[in-house]
């Protein structure tokens, strides 16, 4: 009995020390060496091991607490204990350790592999992140083992094709054609365009004329890749500028919806709806700040409390006008515009002497952080796509309004017929003031909106006046369905010409193609109705 005791303890012994000895010392010994091919490579079969000694090892490393012996034995030192990660044991720092140097190209390859080992986590959201960052910055051929144990283990299948990726990235560099001809192949289905000058290189030639890769295979597989490569990178872009587009007139739609009734179903030109989307704007910002300072555990929410709020400020703002100094001026174009160009200013000043004349800060809810990624590389941000479905939103409530309420019944009265609609009982200048109430509410959803994709400051409303008033005009003067497709339309004509002519040059393009096209079609796309026609 003792004896068999005796061969328990010794066999338990045995398996701890094998524990302990986690890493092989052929493993280790090439660090202490100065071969630099030999010290990555190590370094990326160590993280293969994909175990706490193995990142305990690394990070020593990287922080330049790695020692080594003249006999090449490694050791890790700290608080003056020296820790031998081939035997698990730790004890007093031997006589003649010096420390392992690390260069740049070493110092890349460990933040490379300590990223990589990230791929062996038990979070998926964790795994698919390092299987990404290493995609940013490129697999080496020394990571091949780190991810061929990552994949051969990984159960998710956006991880796992993001890491057959990530081999065959690293395979380019392979000695082997073969092996560089199968990873040549495999990217063309999924390569990105920071590939083009690995593969290009395969296409160049030396200076006496040969070929720098002399594998014809190879070069003819790396031009189909190439083409695969660019093909995507076309589609993507189309796509991204169909994106932005929409939400480029998206934005316009918001900033001239309001326009497109107090100018198309009222007749009012007014110059201060670009200063009613700056109420908006800061509106949204005043709501900001009092949740941050009453309500701070809901400030991913304070959004939702801006849009009523903006709606009714600018709502009451625009009551203001048309009681006090519109209601005054209709029919007398000349000077509604005059009047309407100094409450602007007089807005402005009075927004800068409250807020101050340089930019506030308007803050996304962490909702609307981020974006989703599609077609490989192309992100489409969650606050555009947020916009997106606010001002689908926003038309249909207007279109409910105008089409299926009271007010609504009210109000396309007096456009078609003002006289008649009088004569009927219909209060037209209470009409009249609810409907210049609801363009200058819309006009302050527009505002906040426009809060959560650009600077807040007094001049914003500025950018968008002129613009808002070619949609309106381009649609057909007092037509929703014409506001809609003039700035869905001008939004894509702009995002399609700005990569050609610049910035600029597709703004005069655009005021000269609506120009010509008023020439030609006076009522805009639908035919004018409104008041203007009596």
């Not at 964790?126 to 283990?153: D, F, I, S, Y």
């Not at 309001?258 to 201060?272: E, Y």
């Not at 309500?295 to 801006?306: E, Q, S």
């Not at 990569?499 to 079609?521: S, T």
Request: net charge neutral; aromatic share 6%.
């Amino acid at each position: 009995m003792a004896y068999f005791l005796r061969y328990l303890l010794a066999c338990l012994a045995c398996c701890c020390m094998l524990a302990h000895a986690a890493i092989d010392p052929a493993l280790l010994q090439p660090l202490a060496g100065d071969d630099p091919d030999a010290r990555i490579e190590a370094v990326g079969r160590i993280a293969a091991l994909a175990n706490a000694d193995a990142r305990k090892v690394l990070q020593a490393l990287q922080d330049e607490t790695l020692y080594a012996n003249a006999a090449g034995d490694i050791f890790v030192i700290a608080d003056e204990q020296a820790w031998n990660p081939a035997t698990g044991a730790t004890g007093p720092v031997p006589d003649g350790v010096d420390g392992v140097v690390v260069n740049n190209r070493l110092r890349s390859a460990l933040e490379g592999a300590l990223s990589g080992m990230a791929l062996f986590s038990s979070d998926v959201a964790q795994r698919r992140a390092a299987a990404h960052a290493l995609q940013e910055t490129g697999a080496e051929p020394a990571a091949l083992p780190l991810l061929n144990k990552a994949l051969a283990v990984e159960t998710d299948p956006q991880t796992k094709e993001v890491l057959r990726g990530l081999i065959a990235v690293a395979n380019l560099h392979a000695a082997d054609p073969a092996v560089r001809k199968a990873a040549v192949i495999a990217l063309a289905d999924d390569g990105s365009a920071t590939l083009r000058p690995v593969l290009q290189a395969m296409l160049d030639k030396n200076p006496d004329g040969s070929f720098k890769e002399s594998d014809s295979e190879l070069r003819a597989a790396a031009e189909l890749t190439l083409r695969a490569i660019d093909g995507r990178a076309t589609r993507a872009e189309i796509v991204g500028n169909l994106f932005y587009g929409v939400s480029l007139g998206s934005v316009l739609l918001l900033a001239a919806l309001g326009l497109a009734i107090t100018f198309g179903l009222m007749g009012i030109i007014n110059m201060a709806h670009g200063e009613l989307l700056m109420i908006g704007a800061y509106t949204t910002y005043v709501v900001q700040s009092l949740f941050r300072q009453y309500l701070p555990g809901a400030l991913d929410w304070y959004l939702v409390a801006a849009l009523p709020a903006a709606f009714l400020v600018a709502f009451g703002v625009g009551v203001l006008l048309e009681r006090t100094v519109i209601r005054f001026l209709y029919g007398r174009p000349l000077e509604t515009l005059l009047a309407t160009w100094g409450i602007s200013l007089i807005l402005m000043q009075l927004v800068r002497t409250v807020f101050g004349a340089q930019n506030v800060e308007v803050a996304n809810p962490s909702w609307m952080a981020g974006g989703v990624t599609v077609m490989g590389s192309l992100v489409l941000p969650y606050s555009r796509i947020v916009i997106i479905a606010f001002a689908a939103c926003v038309v249909g409530a207007v279109w409910l309004i105008l089409n299926k309420t009271r007010l609504g019944l009210f109000v396309r009265a007096v456009m078609q017929n003002r006289r008649m609609a009088d004569c009927v009982g219909v209060p037209t200048s209470r009409i009249d003031m609810m409907t210049f109430g609801l363009g200058s509410g819309i006009a302050g959803l527009g505002g906040v909106a426009l809060s959560q994709i650009g600077n807040v400051g007094p001049d914003l409303g500025q950018a968008y006046i002129v613009d808002s008033f070619m949609v309106v005009v381009l649609g057909g003067v007092g037509q929703l369905a014409g506001t809609i497709i003039g700035a869905l339309g001008l939004g894509e004509v702009n995002k399609f010409l700005e990569p050609v002519a610049g910035a600029v040059l597709a703004k005069i393009a655009i005021l000269v193609f609506i120009i010509i096209f008023i020439q030609r079609r006076p009522q805009g796309l639908f035919a004018l109705k409104g008041r203007s026609v009596e």
